[in-house]
């Protein structure tokens, strides 16, 4: 039986999907599969990377005769899948196949269990880098139920937000039954994945549709950022830009929702914010209290920039955008400050529930490598059923 489908979407990033397939691959489990939906204009490099793996757990869904945008590509993964669970990475990331253990042990205690997440583990791939990074380490082991009222609270009103909900639900970096996700495409629009934002799309839908939270506090997947990543317009305003222009060639749908201001590209809150709003507004959803909480998440989303110049140009930009929402009298909540420090050393060792070590550790060179290394220091799955 297939517990748990692995699934990667990819596009013109084939030696970082082949470098984690690779690695789960390796795993003796078999009751996981992978499966590769490549969107590239090149189809050869992971069509000869499956056939030379020849692994009846690997299945890869070639390029169609023209491009996919990400949604697209997303979609029509969850067709190809067998397993009872379903997770989706990116393809610079790495995901746990003994998540299966996890799986199974949760739904013997939690039997109506339909949605599972867990800690996060960030790792810059060395091309990315520009200077020594830090990282942390969840350490806690605890499996543990969270009220779907208070993830509705943290993910509708940014309740304790940082630059962004802090509501980790959905099929992205998480686990859904394929059952939910099949009443997530029945009870709203026909579609597994609506808004170009395929990520925060799917936790609005699975939050709205989901009946039984659980977290595990170990980690068990690395979001990577490459050099090619998304992510890298976070740390780049030339990359972000260029990275938008490709998305919006790319993308199917509307991005903007109606009456809201922001512009995506000033960024990751915006775009939540767009993302939430599309949905609350496609639902005939209306809500208030959670606008102070969510310029407060603009604020921190300014201060997550360690470029002066990129600062001061996103802190006008939520400012002007702020004013022509809520008025002036909005911007008491909005107070970012400069924050990045290049002469304080990285701290490293324990602060409350995190290690905090430099990325370099181990000298990882990829996603997959990096999680080996951590799972050294993690609590060993195979003691979970015992634990509890």
């Given at each position: 039986?297939?517990?748990?489908?692995?699934?990667?979407?990819?596009?013109?990033?084939?030696?970082?999907?082949?470098?984690?397939?690779?690695?789960?691959?390796?795993?003796?489990?078999?009751?996981?599969?992978?499966v590769?939906?490549?969107?590239?204009d090149?189809?050869?490099?992971?069509?000869?990377?499956?056939?030379?793996?020849?692994?009846?757990?690997?299945?890869?869904?070639?390029?169609?005769?023209?491009?996919?945008?990400?949604?697209?590509?997303?979609e029509?993964?969850?067709?190809?899948?067998?397993?009872?669970?379903?997770?989706?990475?990116?393809?610079?990331?790495?995901?746990?196949?003994?998540?299966?253990?996890?799986?199974?042990?949760?739904?013997?205690?939690?039997?109506?269990?339909?949605?599972?997440?867990?800690?996060?583990?960030?790792?810059t791939?060395?091309?990315?880098?520009?200077?020594?990074?830090?990282?942390?380490?969840p350490?806690?082991?605890?499996?543990?139920?969270?009220?779907?009222?208070?993830?509705?609270?943290?993910?509708?009103?940014?309740?304790?937000?940082?630059?962004?909900?802090?509501?980790?639900?959905?099929v992205?970096?998480?686990?859904?039954?394929?059952?939910?996700?099949?009443?997530?495409?029945?009870?709203?629009?026909?579609?597994?994945?609506?808004?170009?934002?395929?990520?925060?799309?799917?936790?609005?839908?699975?939050?709205?549709?989901?009946?039984?939270?659980?977290?595990?506090?170990?980690?068990?997947?690395?979001?990577?950022?490459?050099?090619?990543?998304?992510?890298?317009?976070?740390?780049?305003?030339?990359?972000?830009?260029?990275?938008?222009?490709v998305?919006?060639?790319?993308?199917?749908?509307?991005?903007?929702?109606?009456?809201?201001?922001?512009?995506?590209?000033?960024?990751?809150?915006?775009?939540?914010?767009?993302?939430?709003?599309?949905?609350k507004?496609?639902?005939?959803?209306?809500?208030?209290?959670?606008?102070?909480?969510?310029?407060?998440?603009?604020?921190?989303?300014?201060?997550?920039?360690?470029?002066?110049?990129?600062?001061?140009?996103?802190?006008?930009?939520?400012?002007?955008?702020?004013?022509?929402?809520?008025?002036?009298?909005?911007?008491?909540?909005?107070?970012?400050?400069?924050k990045?420090?290049?002469?304080?050393?990285?701290?490293?060792?324990?602060?409350?529930?995190?290690?905090?070590?430099?990325?370099?550790?181990?000298?990882?060179?990829?996603?997959?490598?990096?999680?080996?290394?951590?799972?050294?220091?993690?609590?060993?799955?195979?003691?979970?059923?015992g634990?509890?």
């Amino acid at each position: 039986m297939t517990m748990l489908s692995i699934c990667i979407p990819t596009r013109n990033r084939q030696v970082y999907a082949i470098s984690a397939v690779r690695a789960m691959l390796m795993s003796e489990r078999q009751d996981f599969e992978v499966v590769l939906a490549d969107n590239s204009d090149d189809p050869a490099p992971l069509a000869q990377f499956a056939a030379e793996a020849a692994d009846h757990r690997l299945k890869l869904l070639p390029p169609q005769d023209q491009i996919l945008s990400m949604r697209a590509n997303w979609e029509r993964i969850v067709a190809q899948t067998s397993g009872e669970w379903i997770s989706y990475i990116g393809d610079d990331d790495y995901l746990d196949p003994d998540l299966c253990e996890v799986l199974r042990v949760t739904m013997s205690r939690v039997p109506n269990v339909d949605t599972l997440t867990w800690g996060r583990l960030y790792f810059t791939w060395p091309d990315a880098r520009t200077g020594r990074e830090n990282t942390a380490m969840p350490t806690g082991s605890h499996l543990m139920g969270l009220k779907k009222e208070d993830m509705i609270r943290k993910l509708f009103f940014w309740q304790e937000a940082s630059d962004r909900p802090s509501c980790p639900y959905g099929v992205y970096h998480g686990a859904v039954k394929r059952t939910l996700l099949d009443d997530i495409r029945n009870t709203f629009t026909g579609h597994y994945f609506c808004h170009p934002i395929v990520d925060y799309d799917n936790i609005c839908r699975t939050l709205m549709v989901a009946s039984a939270f659980v977290y595990f506090e170990r980690p068990m997947s690395v979001f990577g950022s490459c050099k090619a990543s998304n992510s890298m317009g976070l740390r780049d305003a030339n990359a972000a830009k260029k990275l938008f222009e490709v998305f919006r060639t790319e993308m199917d749908g509307h991005m903007e929702a109606s009456n809201f201001p922001f512009p995506v590209e000033l960024g990751l809150t915006a775009q939540i914010g767009h993302v939430i709003e599309a949905f609350k507004q496609e639902q005939g959803i209306e809500i208030t209290g959670w606008e102070d909480n969510f310029i407060k998440a603009c604020a921190r989303n300014c201060e997550g920039h360690f470029d002066r110049a990129l600062f001061e140009e996103r802190k006008e930009g939520y400012r002007k955008a702020i004013i022509e929402w809520r008025g002036k009298e909005a911007l008491a909540s909005f107070d970012p400050k400069y924050k990045h420090r290049t002469d304080l050393p990285h701290f490293v060792g324990l602060h409350e529930k995190d290690l905090k070590m430099d990325m370099e550790i181990g000298g990882a060179t990829s996603a997959a490598e990096y999680y080996d290394i951590l799972n050294t220091m993690m609590f060993p799955i195979p003691l979970l059923e015992g634990r509890l």
